[in-house]
């Protein structure tokens, strides 16, 4: 099991950025893939969750709005669009993965997700 971020760099405040997260060497059919960031000095923050065949799109409160979560079919990588930038959002993002059913509270919860990639770098700075 693999999963691969990239999409991460450097962006002036208000500018945009698209993750990327591609995954192999699943073999379960039902799960939800999520993006969860890290700023320094702080915790673990989800941003937004799609189930594995890119529907059902959930999202948290830091975020939403300006971001969307997107994948077209369960072979493709799953995508993070984000708008708007703040300098606030400077973090590193990671994309997991968890069995835990979001869509019973529309809540996803971090610590049930056992598959991690090793993040990508977002700096929102001028």
């Known amino acids: 099991v693999q999963l691969v971020e990239s999409g991460g760099g450097l962006v002036q405040p208000g500018g945009s950025l698209r993750l990327s997260c591609a995954l192999s060497?699943?073999?379960?059919?039902?799960?939800?893939i999520s993006w969860i960031r890290q700023a320094p000095g702080k915790g673990r923050e989800w941003v937004a969750s799609?189930?594995?065949?890119?529907?059902?799109?959930f999202y948290g409160d830091s975020m939403k709005g300006r971001v969307t979560i997107s994948r077209d079919n369960a072979r493709d990588p799953v995508y993070l669009q984000m708008n708007s930038l703040k300098s606030e959002d400077t973090a590193l993002y990671y994309c997991?993965?968890?069995?835990?059913?979001?869509?019973?509270?529309?809540?996803?919860?971090?610590?049930?997700?056992?598959?991690w990639g090793q993040g990508t770098q977002v700096t929102v700075s001028s």
């Open positions: 799609i189930y594995s065949d890119g529907t059902n799109a």
């Open positions: 997991a993965t968890t069995n835990y059913d979001i869509a019973v509270t529309g809540i996803a919860r971090i610590e049930t997700h056992n598959h």
């Open positions: 060497g699943f073999t379960f059919k039902a799960y939800y």
